[in-house]
């Protein structure tokens, strides 16, 4: 048995298709939900999205928004969402850097602009983990940086 998924955020679709469950980065923790579940709403974190259709595991990243969920579909509309596979291991590494670089710099705490830069640094820290946790061609190892598999294509 299996149970409909899409997986939508702000600027593009990230996954339509039938899944045996799918396990998402709630405000309050993580969720898994299976075919037939009670029907729900709830709001997403800073986290992975795990689908799983037959035995075979797909991880997005995912930055705020919401889950519906009724017995036969879930529909996750996200704020900010990526595919795992599709993330840019170097951009992620110069955001990263770059929030590190603009926190040092302590604007206040309690502004906005504050607020924006440790949102930055949360999302490529995340996005930096999954590719470490859910790209099955690497196995990273802390003495050496992670390198994007499209640069090492044309290597």
């Known amino acids: 048995m299996s149970i409909r998924c899409e997986i939508v ?18 405000s309050d923790g993580e969720m898994g939900i299976l075919p037939g579940h009670a029907p729900l709403m709830a709001t997403l974190g800073y986290g992975i999205l795990r689908i799983r259709v037959k035995g075979e595991e797909q ?14 579909i879930v529909t996750v509309l996200a704020e900010v ?5 599709e993330i840019d291991i170097q951009r992620a590494e110069a955001a990263k850097a770059r929030a590190e670089e603009l926190l040092k710099r302590a604007p206040p705490p309690d502004t906005d602009e504050y607020l924006s830069i440790q949102a930055a640094l949360r999302r490529s820290k995340i996005r ?10 690497r196995r ?7 390198k994007d598999k499209d640069k090492e294509k044309e290597e």
């Open 128 to 137: 930096l983990d999954a590719v470490r946790r859910f790209r099955p061609t």
């Open 9 to 26: 955020s702000r600027d593009k679709s990230l996954f339509e298709g039938d899944v045996d469950i799918v396990i998402v980065p709630g």
């Open 81 to 85: 969402g990526e595919d795992v596979e």
């Open 59 to 72: 991880a997005f990243t995912i930055a705020g928004g919401v889950v519906e969920v009724r017995p036969d």
């Open 140 to 146: 990273h190892r802390p003495d050496k940086p992670i």
